[in-house]
């Protein structure tokens, strides 16, 4: 009875007599051409909708396999319907919620693959998400519980990519006159309502429930953020910047932390809708516009890319007479100056300010950037640092020519006063891990180069004199602020914004420092952790099935490609090599229709992997390797059945002894740490003695 575990890997090999594909996460491989992985999403012009779907993939497969299209093809697909599994969609969808294999009534697949499966299969994506939610006596889907399903996957109802979807909700709500007891939001809706209502959106939708977002798993990400964050919260270290009055009001209490993925996946915890100002935050952001303008070779010409390994108001300049860097005071009033001088010589000085607010606007995807006239006025009134910075530049020849001083001094001074918020610096910072691109609005705003440097200077410069200290500890870009905020941005994942104004004694916030430092200690974010390799460390990144080893896909690629290598890593590393996929096809299936003997005997005299596995067509390695004629394979194959019994059953015995003894060892760790295990012995007994026990009949995935 088939027993597959569905896994977003996916990992399908279709039966044919001419040709076989793979299609590993989109991706399509043909059996004879392993090397050309066509993005099937690119492959010919059909809308994403159909590719989403999973329709548009078997129509390709279809014509892969037949060469032509026509009435002829139709029947031989009809006739080949039963061999089929089910699309994506419903793969995923299956874990989650709802398990069309589960389903009391519905007939499982092993069993029949007829009616109620091709069914399914027509189904699109709008049926399915409403499968999800339904209520099954009043065929009814509950908005309220298919947003709060949404939000879990980290996106929000006022996000701008399901605008209208909530216009609809209202649209609809309005047609059915209010109808009472119910808000827009909260509202039942039928089938074809729900169809139309969720449609214009549905794309991103349907990748939010697919988990096919940088952190497939937001909610466990989110139960460690939180833990995190409340440890964060008893730390009552530090003390309030109080060089001017605004500041020093503050209280200490205020704790903040948003997180914004670079698809769009929001968290908030704490003060993070308490406004401050933007202070030395906001010195990436001007350095960005300053690139995206003039380019870096102008802009290094005036300011260095040195740590100044001094404070951040020193009055210092580096050999060549320039400020050490753009996020110090005196490198980030330079660099006020380009702007004023460079960028925008013709504008005013009320021009400058709101085109640089646009900017900040457009990085923020339009959440709040305001100004803290009153702050402003303080710093002005309290700057005697900065201005004898800004003439200790001038006076050695640092500003570009038509500098006017006062001008650049309010300027810098006004940057400072912006105000913000945390939830619109996470979106920011989320900008910036996404190549400039604002995860919430789409919108490109930096060049990915740009970003680049940006990320550059902050990683070596951005925490003051605790740069070197931050850089080794968390690894990552991050630029702190005097009124107690951190801005963190992990490239190609997610930003985050932390504050709270109590700062240590070089002017950084304590519990946001803190709360990088732990960050980096539960998952592998900082920029030198492995992230090959198994380790203490949680990865978001990955999906559930994946986090407690290697992923299936690699191991399945590795057999396909002939890769013994490969295959011999994995075996280290701890992984269970008799894994199946979803269509319960083994390493072994695929290296012996690939005709890979050196696979194949890897894979049997060293992994000790059963020889008879049935895939869910009832197939063995050996079938598959007569298939596809290699004759090789066939005969060492039918030569090993012939000893495996008792092969098989030595090996069981030797393998039980070992573990024993490896399992009194790891007895006393949880399940996780023994998954996580860096030492190749205890996990890798673990493993063999699960490759020993598992039978042929037996595809679930003993370890995971
Ligand atoms: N460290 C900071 O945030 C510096 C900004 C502050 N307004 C100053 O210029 O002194």
């Given at each position: 009875?088939?027993?597959?575990?569905?896994?977003?890997?996916?990992?399908?090999?279709?039966?044919?007599?001419?040709?076989?594909?793979?299609?590993?996460?989109?991706?399509?491989?043909?059996?004879?051409?392993?090397?050309?992985?066509?993005?099937?999403?690119?492959?010919?012009?059909?809308?994403?909708?159909?590719?989403?779907?999973?329709?548009?993939?078997?129509?390709?497969?279809?014509?892969?396999?037949?060469?032509?299209?026509?009435?002829?093809?139709?029947?031989?697909?009809?006739?080949?319907?039963?061999?089929?599994?089910?699309?994506?969609?419903?793969?995923?969808?299956?874990?989650?919620?709802?398990?069309?294999?589960?389903?009391?009534?519905?007939?499982?697949?092993?069993?029949?693959?007829?009616?109620?499966?091709?069914?399914?299969?027509?189904?699109?994506?709008?049926?399915?998400?409403?499968?999800?939610?339904?209520?099954?006596?009043?065929?009814?889907?509950?908005?309220?519980?298919?947003?709060?399903?949404?939000?879990?996957?980290?996106?929000?109802?006022?996000?701008?990519?399901?605008?209208?979807?909530?216009?609809?909700?209202?649209?609809?709500?309005?047609?059915?006159?209010?109808?009472?007891?119910?808000?827009?939001?909260?509202?039942?809706?039928?089938?074809?309502?729900?169809?139309?209502?969720?449609?214009?959106?549905?794309?991103?939708?349907?990748?939010?429930?697919?988990?096919?977002?940088?952190?497939?798993?937001?909610?466990?990400?989110?139960?460690?953020?939180?833990?995190?964050?409340?440890?964060?919260?008893?730390?009552?270290?530090?003390?309030?910047?109080?060089?001017?009055?605004?500041?020093?009001?503050?209280?200490?209490?205020?704790?903040g932390?948003s997180?914004c993925?670079?698809?769009?996946?929001r968290?908030s915890?704490?003060?993070v809708e308490?406004?401050?100002?933007?202070?030395?935050?906001?010195?990436?952001?001007?350095?960005?516009?300053?690139?995206?303008?003039?380019?870096?070779?102008?802009?290094?010409?005036?300011?260095?890319?040195?740590?100044?390994?001094?404070?951040?108001?020193?009055?210092?300049?580096?050999?060549?007479?320039?400020?050490?860097?753009?996020?110090?005071?005196?490198?980030?009033?330079?660099?006020?100056?380009?702007?004023?001088?460079?960028?925008?010589?013709?504008?005013?000085?009320?021009?400058?300010?709101?085109?640089?607010?646009?900017?900040?606007?457009?990085?923020?995807?339009?959440e709040y950037?305001?100004?803290?006239?009153?702050?402003?006025?303080?710093?002005?009134?309290?700057?005697?640092?900065?201005?004898?910075?800004?003439?200790?530049?001038?006076?050695?020849?640092?500003?570009?020519?038509?500098?006017?001083?006062?001008?650049?001094?309010?300027?810098?001074?006004?940057?400072?006063?912006?105000?913000t918020n945390c939830e619109a610096m996470s979106v920011?910072?989320?900008?910036?891990?996404?190549?400039?691109?604002?995860?919430?609005?789409?919108?490109?705003?930096?060049?990915?180069?740009?970003?680049?440097?940006?990320?550059?200077?902050?990683?070596?410069?951005?925490?003051?004199?605790?740069?070197?200290?931050?850089?080794?500890?968390?690894?990552?870009?991050?630029?702190?602020?005097?009124?107690?905020?951190?801005?963190?941005?992990?490239?190609?994942?997610?930003?985050?914004f932390?504050?709270?104004?109590?700062?240590?004694?070089?002017?950084?916030?304590?519990?946001?420092?803190?709360?990088?430092?732990?960050?980096?200690?539960?998952?592998?974010?900082?920029?030198?952790?492995?992230?090959?390799?198994?380790?203490?460390?949680?990865?978001?990144?990955?999906?559930?099935?994946?986090?407690?080893?290697?992923?299936?896909?690699?191991?399945?690629?590795?057999?396909?490609?002939?890769?013994?290598?490969?295959?011999?890593?994995?075996?280290?590393?701890?992984?269970?090599?008799?894994?199946?996929?979803?269509?319960?096809?083994?390493?072994?299936?695929?290296?012996?229709?690939?005709?890979?003997?050196?696979?194949?005997?890897?894979?049997?005299?060293?992994?000790?992997?059963?020889?008879?596995?049935?895939?869910?067509?009832?197939?063995?390695?050996?079938?598959?390797?007569?298939?596809?004629?290699?004759?090789?394979?066939?005969?060492?194959?039918?030569?090993?059945?012939?000893?495996?019994?008792?092969?098989?059953?030595?090996?069981?015995?030797?393998?039980?002894?070992?573990?024993?003894?490896?399992?009194?060892?790891?007895?006393?760790?949880?399940?996780?740490?023994?998954?996580?295990?860096?030492?190749?012995?205890?996990?890798?007994?673990?493993?063999?003695?699960?490759?020993?026990?598992?039978?042929?009949?037996?595809?679930?995935?003993?370890?995971?």
């Open positions: 009875m088939f027993k597959g575990v569905p896994t977003l890997a996916n990992l399908r090999l279709l039966k044919s007599q001419r040709e076989a594909y793979t299609i590993v996460n989109g991706l399509v491989l043909t059996r004879r051409s392993k090397a050309t992985a066509l993005p099937l999403e690119l492959t010919d012009a059909v809308s994403r909708r159909n590719v989403l779907n999973g329709d548009y993939k078997q129509e390709f497969l279809d014509r892969a396999k037949y060469g032509h299209t026509g009435k002829q093809l139709q029947q031989k697909i009809a006739s080949e319907k039963k061999m089929r599994a089910p699309p994506l969609l419903n793969l995923v969808f299956a874990n989650r919620k709802l398990s069309f294999y589960d389903t009391s009534s519905g007939p499982k697949p092993s069993e029949d693959h007829g009616k109620g499966h091709r069914e399914q299969e027509q189904r699109n994506a709008e049926d399915v998400l409403f499968d999800m939610f339904a209520n099954d006596e009043t065929g009814l889907i509950s908005m309220g519980k298919f947003l709060a399903g949404l939000k879990t996957t980290g996106i929000r109802r006022n996000d701008p990519r399901v605008r209208e979807l909530m216009d609809n909700l209202k649209k609809v709500h309005k047609l059915n006159n209010y109808e009472t007891g119910s808000s827009a939001e909260t509202q039942h809706l039928n089938r074809e309502t729900f169809k139309a209502v969720v449609s214009p959106n549905i794309v991103l939708i349907a990748k939010a429930f697919r988990q096919q977002f940088i952190i497939p798993d937001f909610s466990s990400f989110v139960k460690d953020i939180e833990d995190i964050y409340w440890r964060c919260k008893s730390n009552t270290l530090g003390k309030l910047a109080d060089y001017i009055p605004q500041l020093a009001r503050y209280s200490p209490d205020f704790w932390v997180i993925t670079v698809d769009g996946q968290f915890i704490g003060d308490e406004p401050f100002t933007l202070q030395s935050c906001s010195k990436p952001l001007t350095y960005a516009i300053a690139l995206e303008k003039l380019g870096p070779k102008v802009v290094h010409s005036f300011v260095g890319q040195e740590p100044s390994g001094r404070n951040f108001n020193e009055l210092v300049l580096d050999q060549n007479k320039k400020p050490h860097n753009p996020m110090i005071n005196a490198g980030a009033i330079l660099t006020c100056s380009l702007m004023n001088a460079l960028v925008k010589p013709d504008m005013t000085s009320a021009e400058i300010f709101d085109y640089t607010m646009s900017w900040f606007k457009r990085l923020s995807g339009g950037i305001g100004f803290n006239n009153a702050v402003f006025l303080s710093e002005r009134e309290a700057a005697d640092r900065n201005y004898a910075l800004g003439f200790y530049m001038r006076e050695n020849k640092c500003f570009p020519k038509r500098t006017n001083l006062k001008e650049v001094m309010d300027y810098y001074f006004q940057c400072c006063s912006m105000e920011i910072a989320a900008s910036m891990a996404n190549g400039g691109i604002c995860p919430t609005t789409e919108e490109k705003v930096f060049r990915p180069e740009v970003i680049r440097d940006v990320l550059s200077i902050m990683h070596s410069c951005g925490t003051y004199d605790y740069s070197g200290q931050f850089a080794f500890k968390v690894g990552l870009p991050a630029k702190s602020g005097v009124s107690g905020g951190m801005m963190l941005v992990i490239p190609n994942v997610m930003g985050i932390a504050w709270s104004p109590p700062l240590d004694h070089l002017g950084n916030t304590v519990r946001g420092l803190q709360f990088c430092e732990e960050l980096v200690n539960t998952f592998n974010f900082h920029r030198y952790d492995n992230l090959k390799h198994l380790s203490n460390k949680k990865d978001p990144r990955k999906h559930r099935y994946e986090t407690k080893g290697l992923s299936i896909v690699n191991l399945l690629f590795s057999a396909a490609s002939g890769d013994v290598t490969a295959l011999r890593r994995h075996r280290l590393s701890g992984m269970d090599i008799t894994l199946a996929d979803y269509d319960g096809r083994t390493a072994l299936h695929l290296a012996a229709s690939e005709g890979h003997l050196e696979c194949v005997k890897f894979l049997l005299e060293q992994c000790h992997v059963p020889h008879n596995p049935k895939d869910r067509w009832g197939n063995l390695p050996a079938d598959e390797a007569e298939n596809f004629g290699h004759a090789e394979v066939v005969a060492f194959l039918k030569a090993w059945a012939e000893k495996a019994p008792q092969a098989e059953e030595e090996y069981k015995n030797e393998a039980v002894t070992t573990t024993t003894q490896a399992n009194e060892e790891i007895d006393s760790t949880s399940d996780l740490d023994r998954s996580n295990n860096t030492s190749p012995v205890p996990s890798e007994a673990a493993s063999t003695a699960s490759v020993a026990s598992a039978t042929s009949d037996d595809k679930t995935k003993p370890g995971l």
